[in-house]
């Protein structure tokens, strides 16, 4: 299904996990990998300290030729690297177009180790600006095999979640796994402003349960079994309780939600979700 992936690849042990995932993938299922290293040097830093630039892009090539070496020959995969100058999430995404890339995998952070910064730098940047879908693994898996057994899928009912249910199925299909859509019905307190009566607990309820029927009979179209559950809660927490709970070892989900704003949902569920959830995100575009 992903022929090329790229992995934004800086040395750190999350840029490691990604390619570790990566490579269990390629694997397995076929294609290649392409390691993309971006060196950033604005210019004040290169007036100030110009014998840095040369440093860094030697320090990049060396860092990707030994993980290239180190896992083409343990997976026995095509790796290629590049190393190039440029804001990340710039080169990542001008690369990914270049080399028509259908995945970038990347770590939930860098280098820096700044959950914060680098959530509103690179990562999150990657996933509003990228044109193909984006993999974001926070930990080496140890029993990683190439494939996903089973698959959580937060589903609102909008276009952004029909999206990343039928990529989940698609996946399911190649790997046989189990797919679950959740849906997360909203307090009604803090949206409205006042107490839920029955027969407004039993309408949201209705509505929760058309929206799961919605998504069955969706990925019964594409050939697909899947199972639904509904909660209640804020939707980020929720989906990793869950995906903790129910054990798992993916989240499909759309960049944005029913709101379709991306500022605002990656500031809150799908932010929240990357940043603790224990399993690898994939953001579907």
Known sequence: ?????????????????????????????????????????????????????????????????????????????DIESIVCEGEPPDVIGNIAREKKADLIAMGTHGRKGLKRLIMGSVTSKVIVNSQCDVLVVKRPCIECVGEYKSILVPFD????????LGRACDIS??????????????RYEEMIGFFRTESIKKSLLNEAQKITDAAKDLAFSRGV???????????????????????????????????GVDKAIMGSATERVIMNASCPVLVVK
């Not at 909008?158 to 999206?163: A, D, P, R, V």
């Not at 790997?175 to 019905?185: H, Q």
């Open 173 to 186: 299909k190649a790997d046989s796994a189990d797919v679950t859509v959740l849906y997360v019905i909203p």
């Open 157 to 164: 009912g909008s276009e952004f979640s029909k999206k990343a």
């Open 1 to 77: 299904m992903y022929k090329t992936i790229l992995v934004a690849f800086d040395g750190s042990e999350y840029s490691r996990a990604a390619l570790i995932e990566s490579s269990n993938r390629v694997k397995r299922h076929g294609g290649r990998i392409i390691m993309v290293h971006a060196v950033y040097f604005d210019e004040e830093e290169f007036g100030i300290a110009p014998e840095q630039r040369e440093k860094r892009f030697e320090l990049g090539k060396n860092v990707c030729y030994q993980a290239r070496e180190t896992f083409s020959a343990e997976f026995n995969i």
């Open 225 to 259: 079994s899947i199972a639904a559950t509904i909660q209640e809660g804020h939707a980020g927490d929720r989906i990793v309780e869950i995906a903790s709970a129910m054990k798992h070892d993916l989240i499909a989900m759309g960049t944005y939600g029913w709101k």
